[in-house]
């Protein structure tokens, strides 16, 4: 649909941007490119349900990412979150409206702290793996709804680092 289209754009226009905040922070030695892509995925103490984990660049990601992930998350009301994710469905950081201190109530926690977390559901699979121009797939989240999760992949260096999914609803 022309919708669909528009948030094509917008998901392209995201992977771009932060593609370039990453080989940007690689050239001005912020982060080298070892910790950018690195996969080790350190547990955040003390233990969280789901599990959330640290990384070598997740801190850069919540001053640098965040904003982009927020910028792109205004574009329209039916959009339900932007996220950046790497090629194993990690989240280094998210949209500041799900990046909200933890309760301790797992059930509300699901749906106000997504940040730091591993989306490897079989939607989030295959979104982080795909390599392909865009990736369009009906989403079941596990908050309940059900959105179309459209993701276009994240090159650093003309290397594969993840994508960029933008949830959002569908048409009535």
Known sequence: TDFDNSMLALAKS?????SQIFEQAIDRGIKTESEIFSTLYFPVIPLTSPPTFNTFYD???????TPVEDKFLG???RIIFVIL???NGYVPAHNSIYSLPRTGNTELDIKRNRTKRIFNDITGFYASKNQSEFLMQLYRRDTGEIITDLSVPVFVR??????IRI?????Q
């Open 14 to 18: 995201a992977a771009w941007k932060c």
């Open 59 to 65: 801190d850069f990601c919540d001053s640098a990412i």
């Open 75 to 77: 574009k329209n009301d």
């Open 85 to 87: 994710v790497d090629k």
């Open 158 to 163: 003309d290397k594969h680092w993840g994508a």
């Open 167 to 171: 949830g959002y609803l569908m048409e």
